[in-house]
């Protein structure tokens, strides 16, 4: 079945060091989504992607990084520079290119949990 | 920033109907409006979309008011499973090319009573 797989699903980091969540996608979609979500709050959008090596920040991009080598995958790198970290993680997709049809939905991973101790 | 404002919560009871409200005042001709919801530790999923038309499909039914710039989502008959964050969102269908900011807001947390 088709879908979007985020890895690991729980990834606890000393404060100071980097590290990097994986989103892979078999659904072929083009578009892909990097959202930050607090406890008890709604999504924030940190990147997004159209096509492969082009991406756009987002509302809060600052602290994070991500790359765009495959139309699979769409890594998200949280660096040092992120002073709160902790925080649950999703990545989704979408395919924008059929024409007019408003059937083009998100699909979302199923989340990683980052904690920073 | 999103262009939806929705209630932060709202309560129901098991078995009665659930009227999710979204305001849109901004929306364009082109705007699809799409809900979401999210159960707890997971990933949002799709719940519905419309255009201008109202929409049934099996988890729900979408109500658009005739000047588009308000919606209601309407659980029929809410069970305990329904008690999620429901997110209401614009989605531009006219922007083909090019990647969209798809932002999110707070949405609505609800609660259903047994």
């Known amino acids: 079945d088709g879908g979007i797989t985020q890895s690991p699903k729980y990834l606890f980091r000393k404060e100071g060091q980097n590290v990097t969540l994986s989103c892979e996608q078999n659904?072929?979609?083009?578009?892909m989504y990097w959202y930050r979500q607090d406890p008890g709050q709604g999504l924030r959008l940190i990147y997004y992607?159209?096509?492969?090596?082009?991406?756009q920040k987002g509302d809060i991009a600052e602290g994070y990084s991500v790359s765009r080598e495959k139309k699979e995958s769409f890594p998200l790198t949280v660096t040092s520079a992120q002073k709160n970290p902790t925080a649950f993680y999703l990545c989704?997709?979408?395919?924008?290119?059929?024409?007019?049809?408003?059937?083009?939905?998100?699909?979302f991973g199923a989340g990683s949990r980052l904690t920073v101790l | 920033d999103a262009k939806t404002t929705q209630p932060n919560s709202m309560e129901s009871n098991e078995e009665e109907p659930v009227h999710l409200p979204c305001n849109h005042s901004t929306i364009s001709g082109t705007d699809y409006i799409h809900w979401y919801r999210q159960l707890p530790s997971q990933g949002p999923e799709y719940v519905i979309h419309g255009l201008t038309s109202n929409v049934n499909n099996r988890m729900a039914s979408l109500a658009i008011a005739e000047d588009r710039k308000s919606s209601t989502l309407i659980l029929h008959r809410a069970t305990l499973r329904d008690a999620a964050v429901y997110y209401c969102i614009l989605r531009d269908e006219a922007l083909i090319q090019g990647a969209q900011k798809l932002v999110f807001g707070q949405g609505t947390r609800l609660t259903i009573n047994p």
């Open positions: 989704a997709s979408i395919n924008p290119r059929s024409p007019l049809s408003g059937a083009n939905v998100l699909t």
């Open positions: 992607s159209q096509i492969v090596n082009d991406f």
């Open positions: 659904l072929n979609h083009d578009a």
